[in-house]
């Protein structure tokens, strides 16, 4: 069920109108609030039963011992500046959060103290429970805390004057608007002591689903044992699922992810990490004051000093050291009475939080009665609508108080990340790394705007400074099919271009290797020569010059000699060829018509000639086949020794 949105017009007032899970909050007038009036009331005051729903003393931040004091203070305000006296019905349980207790002391003080407004309970389980019994009662809940809930729009008479995970996160998600980023990992402890990082996460789980990104959960659970192996195992999964990654868990765990995370390389501007702490109690507790998230005196020191760069802090921008806060704290001590029950009295955000939550209440009641309307219990609830969607100038520590259609307070946040800054100091004890960098503010973000206001740039990581990408060019684990076929392309192509390479390799190789075989062959054939080409100037023995006034030389049968063959500066015969004249059997006669046989011929000495203008030795030689080789050479005038001077009328031609 939504509470219905409320357009109030009193003394010139315009309120606001305000849609639950509104994906922008609308900006709100800072003149149209409603302030407080010193002035002196005639009538008598408004008096209001109020039942406070608290635990009793506990390990909580708001059990009603810490929260009396601030309460005690409220109401003698309400009655001294808007004429409303409340007239507290304490129902307090016994321990820290626990639903039956805060059901049963509510139903009490409904049915039987004739409540018409309850105030608690602090628990968001136990305030949850207490909604659903309200609701049923048509009885105003009015609470400083209850922030784990996205928003009270289902519960009609639900205000809220504390954070809540809903504006939280509204945050968040305008950081992601600026940064255009999609989708985001979610890792979050799971502690049935502890529901904090449980509720935070299904709270942002769901406002990512309304907002149309994409969450992507991993809960682990409190008692598991937590080790560097476990870490790893998680940010394998983290690495393939988004570059953006919320951590909802206690700090020792989240610093010892971060350490493995440095050491795996996923602190180089790949990745954003984002925590929460809210209350700057844990990793921000000691900002100005030289204590840092990541220190805690041991061996990783220095390795956890560098992975906290990458680490962006979500926190309150309200600071309980500001000096509006010390003020407000200094006031509430003062009026504090003295309760054996009281542990050391604890002045903390939830107690301004429920101070804010009674004031806010008195002031919705004295807009009724200026307007000539009546307080009573049959219009009590009717009362508690109106202070809805309207921004309040209570002049406490809190400033300006914007309430969204919801009756939920629309808080302002701040994002810090870690950089050098004049303050950062040397490490005195000289542990390895020299400088000590703080957090500092980067952004703050105004619940009544809804933008992302940055004060400083980001430091950004990465080679190139650039903000973490929503998603790799080629997906989270490389298996987008764009890249996958460009792949495919690339090696195609590099398979390609390798098998021409080897063809062209082997054909280059053919074609070397036929070309030295060709160089070869024309080696031989540049001496290679016909009888034609041979000039005889003499001959040795009984081998006379064959008609010394041709150029041709005839064989006993007419035919001539096809080839003879000159080798290494010496003209040789082909033996193939040779052999192949001389099978003929045939002669050659000389001038004197002696025969000359194969056997005799193949006796003769050497001839002198000239060949192709140069003069040469021709001897027949018999080898089977000629290679221009100094050894074939060698066996051709083996045994036969040769002046000097023969020499120098050889010339190989290559």
Same mark, same amino acid.
């Given at each position: 069920m939504f509470r219905p949105n409320v357009y109030l017009f009193i003394g010139g007032i315009l309120s606001a109108s305000f849609h639950m899970r509104a994906a922008t909050q609308q900006l709100v007038d800072p003149f149209d609030v409603i302030t407080t009036?010193?002035?002196?009331?005639? =009538?008598? $005051?408004?008096?209001?039963?109020?039942?406070?729903?608290?635990?009793?003393? %506990?390990?909580? $931040?708001?059990? @009603?011992? !810490?929260? %009396? $004091?601030?309460?005690?203070?409220?109401?003698?305000?309400?009655?001294?500046?808007?004429?409303?006296? #409340?007239?507290?019905?304490?129902?307090? @349980?016994? %321990?820290?959060?626990?639903?039956?207790?805060?059901?049963?002391?509510?139903?009490?003080?409904?049915?039987?103290?004739?409540?018409?407004?309850? &105030?608690?309970?602090?628990?968001?389980?136990?305030?949850?429970?207490?909604?659903? *019994?309200?609701?049923?009662?048509?009885?105003?809940?009015?609470?400083?805390?209850?922030?784990?809930? +996205?928003? =009270?729009?289902?519960?009609?008479?639900?205000?809220?004057?504390?954070?809540?995970?809903?504006?939280?996160?509204?945050?968040?998600?305008?950081?992601?608007?600026? #940064?255009?980023?999609?989708?985001?990992?979610?890792?979050?402890?799971? +502690?049935?002591?502890?529901?904090? @990082? !449980?509720?935070?996460?299904?709270? *942002?789980?769901?406002?990512?689903? +309304?907002?149309?990104?994409?969450?992507?959960?991993?809960?682990?659970?409190?008692? +598991?044992?937590? =080790?560097?192996?476990?870490?790893?195992?998680?940010?394998?999964?983290?690495?393939? =699922?988004?570059?953006?990654?919320? *951590? &909802?868990?206690?700090?020792?765990?989240?610093?010892?992810?971060?350490?493995?995370?440095?050491?795996? /390389?996923?602190?180089? /501007?790949?990745y954003a990490f984002f925590a929460v702490d809210i209350l700057k109690v844990d990793m921000l507790q000691g900002i100005g004051e030289g204590s840092y998230g990541w220190q805690t005196n041991d061996i990783y020191d220095q390795e956890a000093s560098t992975a906290f760069r990458v680490l962006f802090i979500l926190s309150l921008r309200q600071s309980t050291k500001s000096t509006d806060f010390k003020d407000f704290e200094a006031q509430v001590r003062a009026r504090m009475k003295t309760n054996s029950r009281t542990p050391p009295l604890e002045v903390n955000y939830y107690s301004r939080c429920f101070y804010d939550a009674v004031l806010v209440y008195a002031a919705a009641m004295q807009l009724a009665v200026d307007a000539g309307g009546t307080v009573t219990p049959d219009n009590a609830v009717a009362i508690g609508r109106l202070f809805n969607n309207n921004t309040y100038n209570l002049t406490s520590s809190s400033g300006m108080i914007f309430l969204d259609g919801n009756g939920d307070k629309l808080e302002d946040y701040q994002l810090l990340q870690m950089q050098p800054t004049n303050n950062s100091k040397t490490d005195p004890a000289d542990t390895g790394f020299d400088v000590y960098e703080p957090f500092v503010v980067v952004a703050e973000y105004y619940g009544y705007r809804g933008n992302y206001e940055p004060l400083r740039p980001v430091r950004w990581l990465s080679a190139d400074g650039r903000p973490v990408a929503n998603r790799p060019e080629c997906g989270f684990d490389g298996s987008d099919q764009k890249c996958i076929a460009e792949a495919r392309r690339v090696l195609g192509a590099a398979l390609g271009g390798a098998i021409a390479a080897i063809i062209l390799a082997v054909f280059l190789g053919i074609a070397v290797n036929r070309l030295l075989i060709w160089r070869v062959e024309i080696n031989n054939l540049d001496w290679v020569a016909a009888w034609v080409d041979i000039y005889i100037h003499q001959r040795s023995n009984s081998l006379r010059s064959i008609n010394s006034g041709q150029h041709s030389v005839q064989l006993m049968n007419g035919e001539k000699a096809t080839e003879m063959v000159v080798q290494a500066g010496i003209l040789q015969f082909a033996q193939k060829r040779i052999r192949s004249a001389m099978s003929l059997e045939k002669s050659t006669r000389d001038s004197k018509g002696t025969r000359i046989t194969n056997a005799s011929m193949m006796k003769t000495s050497t001839i002198v000639a000239t060949f192709r203008g140069t003069q040469v030795l021709v001897r027949p030689c018999m080898v089977e086949h000629v290679e221009l080789t100094s050894g074939s050479m060698s066996s051709c005038w083996e045994n036969t020794a040769l002046e000097e001077h023969w020499k120098m009328y050889f010339k190989m031609k290559r």
């Amino acid at each position: 069920m939504f509470r219905p949105n409320v357009y109030l017009f009193i003394g010139g007032i315009l309120s606001a109108s305000f849609h639950m899970r509104a994906a922008t909050q609308q900006l709100v007038d800072p003149f149209d609030v409603i302030t407080t009036r010193a002035r002196v009331f005639n =009538s008598p $005051p408004v008096v209001v039963q109020m039942g406070v729903i608290l635990s009793s003393v %506990g390990t909580l $931040p708001y059990d @009603y011992y !810490k929260m %009396g $004091p601030a309460i005690n203070m409220a109401v003698e305000r309400a009655l001294r500046d808007y004429n409303i006296r #409340f007239n507290l019905i304490l129902s307090i @349980y016994d %321990g820290d959060c626990s639903e039956t207790g805060a059901l049963g002391q509510t139903a009490t003080a409904i049915v039987v103290n004739n409540a018409s407004v309850i &105030l608690g309970p602090a628990c968001t389980s136990d305030m949850i429970a207490v909604a659903r *019994l309200t609701t049923f009662y048509s009885v105003a809940l009015i609470t400083g805390a209850g922030n784990l809930l +996205d928003a =009270s729009g289902m519960w009609p008479y639900v205000t809220r004057t504390g954070y809540n995970t809903f504006t939280q996160w509204t945050f968040f998600k305008s950081i992601c608007d600026r #940064f255009h980023w999609r989708t985001v990992f979610i890792l979050s402890e799971e +502690d049935p002591l502890n529901t904090f @990082y !449980k509720l935070s996460a299904d709270g *942002l789980i769901n406002f990512m689903r +309304d907002a149309k990104m994409t969450p992507v959960s991993y809960p682990f659970k409190s008692k +598991d044992a937590f =080790s560097f192996r476990a870490a790893e195992n998680i940010l394998d999964v983290a690495a393939v =699922s988004a570059r953006v990654i919320v *951590l &909802l868990m206690s700090v020792p765990k989240m610093r010892q992810l971060l350490v493995q995370a440095q050491r795996r /390389g996923m602190c180089n /501007g790949d990745y954003a990490f984002f925590a929460v702490d809210i209350l700057k109690v844990d990793m921000l507790q000691g900002i100005g004051e030289g204590s840092y998230g990541w220190q805690t005196n041991d061996i990783y020191d220095q390795e956890a000093s560098t992975a906290f760069r990458v680490l962006f802090i979500l926190s309150l921008r309200q600071s309980t050291k500001s000096t509006d806060f010390k003020d407000f704290e200094a006031q509430v001590r003062a009026r504090m009475k003295t309760n054996s029950r009281t542990p050391p009295l604890e002045v903390n955000y939830y107690s301004r939080c429920f101070y804010d939550a009674v004031l806010v209440y008195a002031a919705a009641m004295q807009l009724a009665v200026d307007a000539g309307g009546t307080v009573t219990p049959d219009n009590a609830v009717a009362i508690g609508r109106l202070f809805n969607n309207n921004t309040y100038n209570l002049t406490s520590s809190s400033g300006m108080i914007f309430l969204d259609g919801n009756g939920d307070k629309l808080e302002d946040y701040q994002l810090l990340q870690m950089q050098p800054t004049n303050n950062s100091k040397t490490d005195p004890a000289d542990t390895g790394f020299d400088v000590y960098e703080p957090f500092v503010v980067v952004a703050e973000y105004y619940g009544y705007r809804g933008n992302y206001e940055p004060l400083r740039p980001v430091r950004w990581l990465s080679a190139d400074g650039r903000p973490v990408a929503n998603r790799p060019e080629c997906g989270f684990d490389g298996s987008d099919q764009k890249c996958i076929a460009e792949a495919r392309r690339v090696l195609g192509a590099a398979l390609g271009g390798a098998i021409a390479a080897i063809i062209l390799a082997v054909f280059l190789g053919i074609a070397v290797n036929r070309l030295l075989i060709w160089r070869v062959e024309i080696n031989n054939l540049d001496w290679v020569a016909a009888w034609v080409d041979i000039y005889i100037h003499q001959r040795s023995n009984s081998l006379r010059s064959i008609n010394s006034g041709q150029h041709s030389v005839q064989l006993m049968n007419g035919e001539k000699a096809t080839e003879m063959v000159v080798q290494a500066g010496i003209l040789q015969f082909a033996q193939k060829r040779i052999r192949s004249a001389m099978s003929l059997e045939k002669s050659t006669r000389d001038s004197k018509g002696t025969r000359i046989t194969n056997a005799s011929m193949m006796k003769t000495s050497t001839i002198v000639a000239t060949f192709r203008g140069t003069q040469v030795l021709v001897r027949p030689c018999m080898v089977e086949h000629v290679e221009l080789t100094s050894g074939s050479m060698s066996s051709c005038w083996e045994n036969t020794a040769l002046e000097e001077h023969w020499k120098m009328y050889f010339k190989m031609k290559r």
